[in-house]
């Protein structure tokens, strides 16, 4: 008897779809990062600093992961469960998906613990949901949708627009 995370797919698929979550945490991270002290003080808004800075590295990771997706392709046995289409559009959906989260997560739980919603996301539809076609929208089980899934992409969209809003105004920043 073997234990996978994944029962339909295995550990590669769980991986494949989770891959955005180390770039996102990672952006949203550094979204914050040397500016509370001097932000007090500047005389100008940073607002456009703060969008300029997540755009640069969102647009970074885009392009590199979607590189390396289209590159490293998935073994044709780990495909055949119907819903591991994780090519370039699918990874991008996740990590804007996941950024999104991240800086919700930063903005609710200060600065430090912006990864607890990403991550959440990321594993508790594993554990919930044994199959992700049980999700019939899509949006619980996002990182695992296919590329052809249009919901979750408009969802992710709608994620990472709210989570960079709430990063360039600094709302729910702890200040002292």
Request: proline share 6%; aromatic share 6%.
């Amino acid at each position: 008897m073997s234990y996978e995370l994944n029962p339909q797919g295995g550990y590669l698929i769980a991986i494949a779809a989770q891959i955005p979550l180390i770039p996102a945490i990672a952006i949203q991270s550094s979204a914050n990062a040397g500016l509370g002290e001097r932000e007090r003080y500047a005389v100008r808004s940073t607002r456009k600093l703060r969008l300029l800075h997540l755009i640069t590295l969102a647009g970074a990771a885009l392009l590199l992961l979607g590189i390396a997706s289209r590159w490293l392709e998935a073994p044709e046995s780990i495909m055949s469960n119907g819903y591991a289409d994780l090519g370039p559009l699918a990874i991008g959906r996740n990590l804007i998906a996941l950024l999104g989260a991240a800086l919700i997560g930063a903005s609710i739980f200060g600065q430090a613990f912006g990864w607890i919603i990403p991550l959440a996301w990321a594993i508790l539809p594993y554990l919930v949901l044994p199959d992700p076609r049980d999700d019939d929208l899509g949006l619980l089980t996002l990182i695992m949708q296919g590329e052809e899934a249009f919901l979750p992409l408009i969802f992710a969209m709608g994620i990472c627009a709210l989570g960079v809003l709430l990063a360039i105004n600094n709302v729910g920043s702890r200040r002292s």
